[in-house]
Nanobody, 121 residues
Framework: QVQLVESGGGLVQAGGSLRLSCAAS????????MDWYRQAPGKQRELVAS???????DYADSVKGRFTISRDNTKNTVYLQMNSLKPEDTAVYYC???????????????WGQGTQVTVSS
């Protein structure tokens, strides 16, 4: 089976930085997209940043210029470097990966359990 584990969340002051990590483990043949989402209390989960196996990246307008998504394919890990954090960035951050477990098999989406990011003013 496949498991995603996030880490790196915490409490920081506005203007500070955090680096989130999400490591995928298990029977992994290939990973297509690895994305970061976040969900604040009372709000819908939203896509923050995404990356594909082809190296393309994309960001929500609210984080462009402040967040950077990257992947280390040797470790099956995706990172989210968050700089110039704002209180409105406070949320639980989740990673999602699109993974195939064997050649020729369908791709499925997997979610991590989330890591809390709290930004104080």
């Amino acid at each position: 089976q496949v498991q995603l584990v996030e880490s790196g969340g915490g409490l920081v002051q506005a203007g500070g930085s955090l680096r989130l990590s999400c490591a995928a483990s298990g029977n992994i043949f290939s990973i297509n997209a690895m994305d970061w989402y976040r969900q604040a209390p009372g709000k819908q989960r939203e896509l923050v940043a995404s990356t594909t196996s082809g190296g393309t990246t994309d960001y929500a307008d609210s984080v462009k210029g402040r967040f950077t998504i990257s992947r280390d394919n040797t470790k099956n890990t995706v990172y989210l470097q968050m700089n110039s954090l704002k209180p409105e960035d406070t949320a639980v951050y989740y990673c999602k990966a699109i993974i195939s477990m064997a050649a020729g098999r369908p791709q499925y989406q997997y979610w991590g359990q989330g890591t809390q990011v709290t930004v104080s003013s």
